[in-house]
């Protein structure tokens, strides 16, 4: 098994909007998700490394919390090779019109002040996007955070001064068979 980390890298790969598609943002330090306006947010990673027909064994996020009142589905946006939110500035049309088949439910109270938390795993998210015959290592994955309630959470933003972007870590079996390193994203992450 292989492991790939790889962090939010720019203000153009995180963004939040309203379910109505109203208020597009991807300068603000943090995402609101949820929320009155039920806003859904979106991460973005370059994700080098892995192929089409590999196995994704594990994929998990840490975010860094100030609200906290997580009640999201995980879900990605269904396309080869995910544009950055400068280029497709929208994620309420990527959740309802071009989001995976697959998705996770994440409902739990964080921690707040900026420390750091880990999503459940989603790997059949991931899956779902490195199985389409256009993905190839180097292409972005968008993960989108789509708002089931009123509760409300707000994570750190790349633009954020203190708080660490969104990471992904991915565990994954090389499709010509196991690759060297790497080890399980829930133990490396709680080793940290």
Known sequence: MAQ???SVAASADDADERNSGLSFNSTDTVLDL???????????????????GDTIDAAILDVACQATEMDTDIKAN??????????????????TSAS?????????????????????????????????????????????????STSFASIGSWDHATYPPAEIT???????????????????????
């Open 100 to 148: 995976t088949t697959a998705s996770v439910v994440w409902t739990a109270t964080l921690s707040g002040s900026g420390a750091s938390n880990i999503s459940p795993d989603f790997k059949a998210v991931v899956q779902e996007v490195v199985d389409r015959a256009g993905w190839a290592s180097g292409n972005g994955l968008v993960v989108l955070l789509e708002s089931r």
């Open 78 to 95: 269904d396309v080869d090779d995910a544009n950055d939110f400068a280029t497709e500035a929208d994620v309420t049309t990527r959740v």
């Open 170 to 192: 991915i565990d994954y079996t090389a499709s010509g068979g196991v690759a060297s390193g790497g080890g399980s994203a829930w133990y490396y992450r709680a080793q940290q």
């Open 4 to 6: 790939v980390i790889v």
């Open 34 to 52: 949820g929320g009155g306006f039920r806003i859904h947010g979106g991460l973005r990673f370059v994700v080098a490394d892995i192929e089409a």
